[in-house]
């Protein structure tokens, strides 16, 4: 079975500042990891992957996360933050064949100008 | 344009009243999935098909309903017994092969008269 788990249900950063979001998973078989941004009153859209390819994943809008499984993390990264950043930010898992797709319970993204 | 559409994005519910949300996509995929999102919870999965003519139950299916007799369409009824019913509800399609990704419609957001 697949969980996930996401420290802080509220991040906030000034503008310009790094973003980091924390997602740490647990997985019975090797994961498939996912990373969605939602905007308010939207539905989710992805910013990135992880299919067992290379362990650092570059995703839209300047986004990229890590791999790490001696950590069992899948961090998600920006070198800096913009006001149009602020959103949901949701961690998720899967098996390599998309059964068992687990949601993170979301962190909420701040940016202070 | 390909993509999953829902509607309507507000839907208002009376006591003792079922109402349907409808959710289509023309990406020919075969899987399509229903979730509550309610504040601070993330995404709960309600039901989930991954072929014409076969559902199965998610972790909170009680008080709702499903069909899939079309592989485009997987409307989501809320019965008189959810009790609880003032959600965010997103619908969602992926294929069903190696590595696959779910991709969103934009939300009905059902209330309570």
């Known amino acids: 079975a697949q969980s996930v788990t996401q420290l802080g249900s509220h991040v906030s950063v000034s503008e310009g500042a790094l973003v980091l979001l924390r997602c740490n998973y647990s997985?019975?078989?090797?994961?498939?990891l996912f990373w969605y941004v939602q905007y308010p009153n939207q539905g989710l859209q992805l910013l990135l992957k992880?299919?067992?390819?290379?362990?650092l994943v570059k995703g839209i809008n300047g986004f990229e996360a890590e791999f790490k499984k001696s950590e069992t993390s899948f961090h998600l990264t920006k070198p800096s933050a913009h006001m149009s950043d602020a959103a949901e930010y949701f961690c998720?898992?899967?098996?390599?064949?998309?059964?068992?797709?687990?949601f993170g319970p979301g962190t909420r993204l701040s940016v202070l100008p | 344009d390909g993509g999953i559409t829902q509607s309507p994005k507000y839907l208002f519910r009376k006591e003792g009243q079922n109402v349907t949300l409808s959710c289509e996509q023309n990406?020919?995929?075969?899987?399509m999935y229903w979730y509550r999102q309610d504040p601070g919870q993330g995404l709960r999965l309600i039901y989930y098909s991954q072929i014409v003519n076969d559902f199965q139950k998610g972790d909170i299916a009680e008080g709702y309903s499903v069909s899939r007799e079309k592989k485009e369409s997987f409307p989501l009824t809320v019965t008189s017994a959810q009790k609880n019913p003032t959600a965010f509800y997103l619908c969602?399609?992926?294929?069903?092969?190696?590595?696959?990704?779910?991709?969103f419609g934009a939300g009905t957001r059902l209330s309570v008269l």
């Open positions: 997985s019975s078989v090797p994961p498939y």
């Open positions: 998720a898992v899967s098996d390599p064949y998309g059964q068992n797709f687990v």
């Open positions: 990406l020919n995929h075969d899987a």
């Open positions: 992880y299919t067992s390819a290379a362990t």
């Open positions: 969602a399609s992926s294929p069903l092969d190696r590595g696959n990704i779910q991709y």
